[in-house]
């Protein structure tokens, strides 16, 4: 209580409680659960076979304390191989000098194709050749090296008394691709990785040309069964055209070893005894996040603040769904939200995935969206299937505004996993690494882009199985989405990914510290890219050709665009109403710009805009150059920030199965997915529930490959210190610059 003295000093007496701001405890609650790993098990602790072994039903863990200890007996065999190996390297280091004086007459020659059906034969450009001699006590003699040409062909003269040499055991012709490594700021120092290997008779080197003929290579090669830009991955452990460094392999076997066993644990009660476990029990059982933190924490007059009006216009402004305000056209404070549910894809009868829109009112300064009207459009029960149907619901209709919100975010969270998670920062990213690695090479722009375009190819594969897979994906079993519906809502949404007009969000009012992180964040990156540049602008230009082939490359097998497979002329009142809101938002959402001129190939409006279309910088148009710069930034900002923001938040917004899941089932009663939280006929069945709980860990628990802690050191060292120079100013916007991740994981 207060009480006024004659000072007129306010004095809190001793009788006094302390009022919890609601705000405070979430911001306490995001601090600790954020996820940490401080127990790195023993040494029987199970652990999984590799990433490509993750099971939405049981992962191929190893948990045999018997397989455990044999499995480190080969592990340990490996190593010591390697160490042997390492040793050896370090005995016979192979010097870079060429070997030899009389370089006339002899020379490899050849020429790098691709291998596989579709590409077979197409030459590949700007692949390193060496040529290696091996003594017979063991070192090695550089005989030759040199590059591929534009169209694949490669001369390498060499010293024939050298390679004839009695000394000399085998000769060994490599062809290599590059990465890149940064011990110091802006030099960066090439490494070999061995794409093919030819043993060379010596008997056969006559001191005339040796030919190679066509050096076939599984390198970076197209999926044909999709229209979507995919790499083409058949076997994980076999033949993809890149591999997960074993930090990544390390971190997160530590990380999701905990939640696996859970899942497991309840997936075995729940064969033998499913009456014995219970949602909230499974609930339980994980580590809490944020929604289920804070109302653990309020005082009882408070609990339910999470299912309110403030928590939920915070969480859509600054939450994983970091969602677009449209401005209402007859009221400057209010903003409409839209997310495009079930109507066109396909979908099954089980769970309910209404077009949902939500109007806001936002003023100006630092205040959080509050909603004030919810639309939802499609089917709501079991009984009425009509997919145009449509429910209003406002603030005064107490409990079916509550279950209304609880749609929304069932809703929001389905559409920003598939639309803005998947589609938007994984398979886009994706389209572009597959580009940029089958072309670039000699051009410093790789030096640039490579770090952040890694592995992403082989996250995506794994996806395909555990996420979007209709036989082992969650989404398809837990959401009305099938796994056909998948593919066809990420063609859509990538129809609209255009890198040419790209700008981030608009920042509404001071509340908004997602767009003002996504702005401080753009901005940084444009600055790091525009130095880049300047720094390297004359080998830029000298290898414009792969600028071109990249650009090729990326155009011609994107996906349409999105409007155009749409003919509104044959659709109905309602049908055409919807569709021209969808397009607006969408367009808005991902800055697409329908006025820019497009390639049509084979009859398809292409969605992405080409760089350039000149193959050497002397013929490119002036805008050619900032062209480039844009695509970097586009890309470094999707690959990184973006990612970043919706995969962190992950856990924080679907990681509580009452509160939001990806799919509110109909259930048997009239008002269908209209019902409150008690009712568990519309939520996730405890299997779902279970495996909802582990997939939401699994995609916020990347705790490797960062930006400034650069743990695999591929990334310029400027760029971490221009970052950390703003790190208190990501803090106020909640972004801890240190979490900022590298590239595209899972």
Known sequence: MQSDNRSGKRVIMEVDQPMVDPREVCEECLKKTKIRYPDQGNFFTPHLRSINHLEVGRSKIISSPLTILLEYVVLLYQRTKEGIQHFLRQLFPRHPRIRGRNFTGASFVGRTTYAGRYDHGKPIHHLHVDAWARTWWGSWRHLAEGVAGHDGRFRLPYDLREARSWAVRRIIVEVSQLSFLYTERDKPRPVHSIAESIRVPKKELTGMEYNLRDIQIDLWAYRRDTRIPRTYINDHDKDAPERYVQGRTDALQDQIIPIELTKLKHLAQLETAPETLSIPQIQADYPPNLTTCIENTLPPELKGYTRGDEFFGARMMNGMNAASFTPDPGHPQHYWMLYWGYQGYDHNDIFAFPTTEIKYTIRPGNHTPMPVEI???????AYNRDPWQRRRFRPADGEQWMYAKRVARSVGGLVSEVDDHFAHTHTNTEQYALAAFRNLRLNPVNWLMQPHLREVSLVDHTADRILVSQKHGYIPRASALTGLGIQQRVEDTMGVLDWKGREPMKVINDAHTFAKAENLFWDITREYVNDFFERNLEAIAEHWLEIYLMSEDMVNHSVRVFRSRIDLDKLDEREREMMEKRIAYFESRY????????????????????????????????????????????????????????????????????????????????????????????????????????????????????????????????????????????????????????????
């Open 375 to 381: 639309i939802l459009t499609g089917q709501l029960n």
């Open 591 to 746: 800055s697409f710009d329908p006025t820019l001129p497009r390639r049509t190939v084979d009859g398809e409006l292409k969605i992405l805009s080409p760089i350039t279309e000149s193959k050497t910088f002397l013929d490119a148009r002036p805008e050619d150059l900032q062209n480039l710069k844009d695509w970097c930034v586009y890309v470094i900002h999707t690959a990184t920030f973006m990612h970043t923001w919706v995969n962190e938040h992950q856990y924080e917004d679907i990681g509580e199965v009452l509160y939001s899941c990806l799919g509110l089932r109909f259930g048997d009663g009239p008002d269908g997915v209209l019902a409150p939280e008690s009712d568990y006929r519309i939520a996730p069945d405890p299997v779902r529930a279970t495996q909802m709980m582990w997939w939401s860990n699994l995609l916020s628990r990347t705790e490797y490959g960062f930006i400034t802690r650069n743990e695999d050191g591929d990334i310029n060292p400027r760029f971490s210190e221009m970052l950390k120079a703003h790190e208190e100013e990501f803090r106020r916007y909640g972004v801890i610059v240190d979490d900022i991740e590298a590239r595209t994981n899972i």
